[in-house]
C-alpha cells in the first residue's frame, strides 16, 4: 500500500494525552483491564497525607540511605502546599524521577514510594550498583493539589506538563521544579504517566504500558540538540525497558502514539521533560543551559476517566517499579548504552501520519 506522506500537525497541546477514551475496545480487549463502567476504585490509592507519613516511614527504616525533604526554599503550590523530594544513592550519575505531574494519575505516586522502599531495603547486588552508580532524585507527587482535587491540571486548571516555556511559568509548582532541576543538573530523566484506554497495534491485547519520548526521534527536534546525542541515548533507554519488561505478565508494551483512526508521535516543546533536554533557561535560572535527555513511561487508566480498577492497580503499579528499576540499574552498569538504537522500531507502534506539536 502506498503510504500517506508524513507531516507535521500544530494544534492545542491540551488534548494531546486525552485522545483514547477509556471505553473504545472496552468489550474485545484482553487481559480485562481497568474498569470501564464507571466503577473507579480510587479509595486504597496513596493520598497526599499517605504520602507524607510513607516518605517518613521510608526515611525512618532506610538507616540513612534516604533523605526526605520539601521543597519550600523553592516555593510551595497554589495552595501553599509543599512538594515533597527525597534522594537515595551516592553515585556521580544524577537520574530525576518525577511522578503525578498530572493530579488523576495516581498510581505513579505509589511506584515512586516503592521504588524508593525497595532501593533502600534491598541488599541485592543489581540494587547495589543503582546506589553506588547513581544518585536518584524523586518527586513523587509533583502536582499535590490536582491530586487532592482529582484533576489533570493544578488548582487553577493548568496543565502542568506544558508549562515549561520561555514565556515563563502559569503555575506556581511548575517554576518550584523548574529551579530544583536548574540546581540539581541531573544526567537523565524519568517522567511517569497515565493515559488513556487503547490497543497494541495489531493486535487486541490493551496496552497496559507505553515507553514515549516527548521530543519524537528522527524528528523535526531531537536530532539537533547535543549534535544528535540524545536522539540515539533516549531510543537507547527506551529500548532497554521494552526489552527486560516485555515478557513480563500482562505487560502489553507500545511507542506512546496519540490521536483517533490517524496516529501521531509527539514532539512538543513545553513538556517538562521536553525542555530538560531544550536546556530551558528561563529568567536567567539555568544560565549553563543545563540539559539532559528524558523519556516517559504511560501507564493506561486514570481516575479523571473513572477507569482504575482495584485488580489491575497492583499489576500496573509493579510494571512502573519494575520500569523504573530496570532503567536504573541500565544506566548504572552501562548496559543502555549497548542497545542497538534501531530496536526502538521494534517496538509495536501504529503506522503515524505526523507528528503533534506545540508549536
Known amino acids: 500500500m502506498k503510504r500517506k506522506p508524513f507531516y507535521c500537525v500544530t494544534v492545542m497541546i491540551m488534548i494531546a494525552c486525552m485522545m483514547f477514551t477509556p471505553t473504545a475496545f472496552a468489550e474485545k480487549t484482553i487481559p480485562n483491564g481497568p474498569s470501564t463502567n464507571g466503577n473507579d476504585t480510587i479509595s486504597s490509592i496513596v493520598t497526599y497525607e499517605d504520602m507524607i507519613k510513607i516518605l517518613g516511614d521510608i526515611e525512618h527504616t532506610s538507616k540513612g540511605k534516604v533523605n526526605v525533604f520539601t521543597l519550600d526554599d523553592y516555593g510551595t ?52 550498583t543503582i546506589l553506588q552508580e547513581l544518585t536518584i532524585y524523586v518527586i513523587p507527587m509533583y502536582n499535590p493539589d490536582g491530586s487532592i482535587a482529582n484533576t489533570r491540571g493544578n488548582i487553577n486548571g493548568i496543565d502542568l506538563n506544558r508549562d515549561w516555556t520561555l514565556g515563563g511559568f502559569k503555575g506556581a509548582e511548575s517554576l518550584v521544579v523548574y529551579k530544583y532541576w536548574a540546581d540539581v543538573k541531573p544526567d537523565y530523566a ?35 540538540i547535543k549534535d544528535g546525542s540524545y536522539n540515539t541515548v533516549t531510543k537507547q533507554m527506551v ?76 499489576y500496573l503499579t509493579k510494571q512502573n517499579y519494575l520500569g523504573l528499576k530496570s532503567i536504573l540499574y541500565g544506566l548504572a552498569s552501562g548496559e543502555v548504552f549497548t542497545v542497538d538504537e534501531s530496536r526502538w522500531y521494534d517496538i509495536p507502534a501504529y503506522d503515524a501520519v505526523g507528528y503533534l506539536t506545540d508549536y
Open 77 to 128: 503550590t497554589e495552595k501553599g502546599r509543599s512538594i515533597y523530594a527525597a534522594t537515595i544513592g551516592s553515585g556521580e550519575t544524577k537520574v530525576w524521577v518525577q511522578a503525578q505531574i498530572h493530579g488523576d494519575e495516581k498510581l505513579v505516586t505509589e511506584a515512586a514510594l516503592q521504588l524508593l522502599k525497595n532501593l533502600s531495603k534491598s541488599k541485592s547486588s543489581d540494587v547495589e
Open 190 to 224: 524519568i517522567d511517569l504517566h497515565h493515559q488513556g484506554f487503547k490497543t497494541v497495534a495489531g493486535t487486541n491485547e490493551s496496552t497496559s504500558f507505553s515507553l514515549g519520548i516527548s521530543l519524537a526521534p528522527d524528528g523535526p527536534t531531537l536530532p539537533g
Open 239 to 314: 529500548s532497554y525497558v521494552y526489552e527486560d519488561l516485555k515478557d513480563y505478565g500482562y505487560t502489553h508494551i507500545d511507542r506512546y502514539q496519540v490521536g483517533g483512526d490517524e496516529k501521531y508521535f509527539i514532539d512538543i516543546k513545553g513538556g517538562v521533560v521536553s525542555a530538560m533536554m531544550l536546556g530551558l533557561n528561563y529568567d536567567g535560572i539555568n544560565p549553563t543551559k543545563h540539559s539532559n535527555p528524558a523519556i516517559f513511561f504511560e501507564t493506561k487508566g486514570n481516575s479523571r476517566d473513572n477507569s482504575l480498577g482495584q485488580k489491575s492497580n497492583g
